[in-house]
């Protein structure tokens, strides 16, 4: 992240990402549109990737058990393993994703085309607080998210165990 371009852009559109317009419209316009560039690039490209590092997470369903795949921003945790947060653009609810991986903390990612098995753990505690300053680092004001849905964010690290 030591790009000045990229940190100047981030810093101009994260405020935008704020506000009561872009959180109702990018939970119904994103999706879709992240499905279609996935399909068209073997989803090696995501649309919010052009801002953010990010990862297509695949879980399986805790009430199903089918496979789910999730489009989300990461941040890197220094240590070779991948933080993702449950912010669902500030909604009252938790992302079924998260449900997913306390059910089934084994998962699937996709980086940059390249897949990898993953296992999941909640951060708690002390790492909570330095997993938000590294993700702030990476998008000013993301947290907000959480004080503005009313509940506590789950956090996720996301441990490599192989490549598929």
């Known amino acids: 992240m030591s790009d000045p371009i990229v940190r100047t852009v981030r810093a ?3 405020p935008i990402t704020r506000t ?3 959180r109702w419209l990018a939970p119904r316009l994103m999706p879709p549109i992240e499905r279609a ?3 068209v690039t073997g989803s090696s490209i995501q649309l919010s990737g052009l801002l953010v590092p990010s990862l297509v997470l695949r879980t399986i369903g805790a009430r199903s058990g089918q496979p789910r795949d999730s489009i989300l921003m990461y941040t890197a945790d220094g240590h070779g393993c991948a933080i993702v947060a449950g912010t669902s653009f500030a909604r009252e609810k938790h992302p079924a994703w998260t449900y997913n ?3 089934h903390p084994d998962a699937q990612i996709a980086v940059r085309g390249r897949r990898y098995a993953v296992r999941a753990a909640l951060i708690e505690g002390d790492a ?3 997993a938000w300053r590294r993700i702030e680092h990476q998008w000013p004001g993301y947290r907000a998210y959480e004080r503005e849905s009313g509940r506590v964010v789950r956090l996720f690290r996301l441990t490599l165990t192989r490549e598929l």
Do not use: G, Q, Y
Request: hydrophobic share 75%; aromatic share 6%; no cysteine.
């Open 12 to 14: 101009v559109v994260a």
């Open 128 to 130: 909570r607080e330095a």
């Open 20 to 22: 009561r317009a872009f």
């Open 101 to 103: 991986l306390l059910a």
């Open 37 to 39: 560039i996935a399909t």
